[in-house]
């Protein structure tokens, strides 16, 4: 088993910046992908961001393509998405999660392995 737990969620104003962190610990060695997803109230969840193991590959959705940045350091086990220029219709639960295949990281995450509970992240306008 992995475990997930997220922090670094907030309140902030357009335009401005956050840092969301996600500490991994157990079975670390299963897993080869890491990412994010959001969900906002009343909508489905989608993909945000994905790293890979070696932090050689990523993706990032349209939405957030330039604004935000994911990165990963194996050796404290941690998974950071670096979000700036932040907009109202950023605001949601970010969920950050792992598993094993990198395919999975598109859509809503189906299928995917593990997913810690969430750090809410509200900008205002």
Same mark, same amino acid.
């Given at each position: 088993?992995?475990?997930?737990?997220?922090?670094?969620?907030?309140?902030?104003?357009?335009?401005?910046?956050? #840092?969301?962190?996600?500490?991994?610990?157990?079975?670390?060695?299963?897993?080869?992908?890491?990412?994010?997803?959001?969900?906002?109230?009343?909508?489905?969840?989608?993909?945000? $961001?994905?790293? =890979?193991? =070696?932090?050689?590959?990523? #993706?990032?959705?349209? =939405?957030?393509?330039?604004?935000?940045?994911?990165?990963?350091?194996?050796?404290?086990?941690?998974?950071?998405?670096?979000?700036?220029?932040?907009?109202?219709?950023?605001?949601?639960?970010?969920?950050?999660?792992?598993?094993?295949?990198? $395919?999975?990281?598109?859509?809503?995450?189906?299928?995917?392995?593990?997913?810690?509970?969430?750090?809410?992240?509200?900008? =205002?306008?």
């Amino acid at each position: 088993q992995v475990q997930l737990v997220e922090s670094g969620g907030g309140l902030v104003q357009a335009g401005g910046s956050l #840092r969301l962190s996600c500490a991994t610990s157990g079975r670390t060695s299963s897993i080869y992908a890491m990412g994010w997803f959001r969900q906002a109230p009343g909508k489905e969840r989608e993909f945000v $961001a994905v790293i =890979s193991w =070696s932090g050689s590959t990523t #993706r990032y959705a349209d =939405s957030v393509k330039g604004r935000f940045t994911i990165s990963r350091d194996n050796a404290k086990n941690t998974v950071v998405l670096t979000m700036n220029n932040l907009a109202p219709e950023d605001t949601a639960d970010y969920l950050c999660v792992a598993d094993e295949n990198f $395919a999975l990281f598109r859509a809503t995450g189906y299928g995917i392995k593990y997913w810690g509970k969430g750090t809410l992240v509200t900008v =205002s306008s």
